[in-house]
């Protein structure tokens, strides 16, 4: 019994696998691709035929061996003088005889079988390399903006640029090693182009994204992906749609507006650890239009996607040195300056090497001078208060309610900035 069973699988198999091989021989030789056939098929229980578009090569009619037209018009190929193998095509166009091969469009109603598709799945063979002018490329789509035009490329599912590229967002090796800076919001890549940034690539969901950037000049790559790839990369619980990447602006790139003159006053950044409040200090550095910003070792990287937002575009509006360290510092300061250290009232009370401490409002801001910003949680470095007691400086307290111990970093900062932009506003009115 068992015996007649597998005689009979056997048989069927066996006609299974004839049937296959009959559609395969009558498509591969009547100009159909075999793509056209349905992924799930499979026979005698092997794998699904791969989806891979096979080049297929007509031929004319006056050689032998060629396509010859029916009477009802329609193309048919006979039996070349190569055939392929009895079985599944291993994923290569059949071979057939040059000699007695040729393409007319003749032959063929549907002229996109002509071209080779075996890149079809590789992202590469969609890229662009010129994405601007008055000429267009096969396979990219021209937006039209302001009688400007731009060549952007569509994505295919296969190109994983965009999971690359917010992968390095988030690592800052990665971001250094390639010397480069992803900004994500139309507001930053905005901001970045005003300036000058180099910008390799955009990626974008929505074409109106685009509305309003400074891209008509530079050549940029323009890449449109579907915004379910934002959604899957993106810190953001609703993402703006577009991201860009720059290579890291330099600090000589970053220029003040000249018509707003700056404080004479240089922000010192000190073991500030939380991205969210670097941010707020850079972005209130930037309001209070300070002349520089120093970001010491010990802080976050300044090019942090959290930073980034937070910062809301500050990095590009105030110089910013990153990654200083201590022994560096008196470098990047005039000889003249006078090194303010914003601390408690009560932090330096009754030590030996105790600062001098005065009100913030008592201080004269006018002066050049540079103020050191400490994080709530490591506080204020050692060798900031060596630096500061070496070159005879002060601290600086804000007046508070006995309940409340300190202040978030980011508040304070604002509050001393603005006090001394206050002071420098007056001391130019009464000039």
Known sequence: ???????????????????????????????????????????????????????????DNSNPGTASQTPTGSNSLTRP??????????????????????????????????????????????????????????????LEEDDSKFLYTK????????????????????????????????????????????CHTIFFSLTSNLDGLPIDKMETELVKIPYKEFEIW??????????????????????????????????????????????????????????????????VDIW???VLR????????????????WPEVPNYLDADTSLYIADTFNQTDGREDALPQLLHSDMDWTMQSALVIGGETEGISQEALELCASTHGTTVFIPMSKAVDSLNSAMSASILLFEAKRQWLAHQKNK
């Open 1 to 59: 019994m068992a015996a007649c069973i597998n005689s009979s699988v056997h048989v069927c198999r066996s006609i299974l696998l004839l049937q296959t091989t009959l559609k395969l021989r009558k498509i591969l030789f009547s100009g159909v691709q075999l793509s056209q056939i349905h992924s799930s098929t499979s026979v005698c229980g092997r794998r699904p035929l791969r989806r891979k578009a096979l080049k297929v090569f007509l031929a």
């Open 81 to 142: 003088e190569t055939r392929p193998r009895f079985g599944f095509p291993n994923d290569r166009p059949a071979k057939v005889d040059q000699t007695s091969t040729a393409i007319t469009s003749s032959h063929v109603s549907d002229t996109s079988f002509v071209e080779p598709l075996q890149h079809q799945n590789d992202h590469q063979y969609n890229r662009k390399t010129n994405y601007h002018g008055n000429h267009k490329e096969t396979g990219s789509i021209i």
């Open 155 to 198: 994505a295919p599912s296969t190109d994983k640029r965009f999971g690359s590229i917010m992968t390095m967002a988030k690592n800052r090796k990665l971001r250094e090693r390639n010397n480069k800076v992803i900004l994500e919001g139309k507001r930053l890549v905005h901001d970045a182009l005003s300036v000058g940034a180099k």
């Open 234 to 299: 993106s810190g953001l619980s609703t993402p703006q749609g577009i991201v860009g990447v720059f290579t890291k602006p330099s600090y000589d790139m970053i220029k003040t507006d000249v018509s707003d003159p700056c404080i004479p006053l240089t922000l010192v950044c000190d073991n500030i650890r939380d991205p969210g409040n670097l941010g707020t200090i850079l972005r209130a550095a930037a309001a209070a239009n300070c002349e520089k910003i120093l970001v010491t070792r010990g802080c």
């Open 304 to 306: 942090d996607p959290k």
């Open 310 to 325: 937070a910062g809301a575009g500050a990095h590009f509006h105030t110089p910013v040195t990153n990654r200083i360290a």
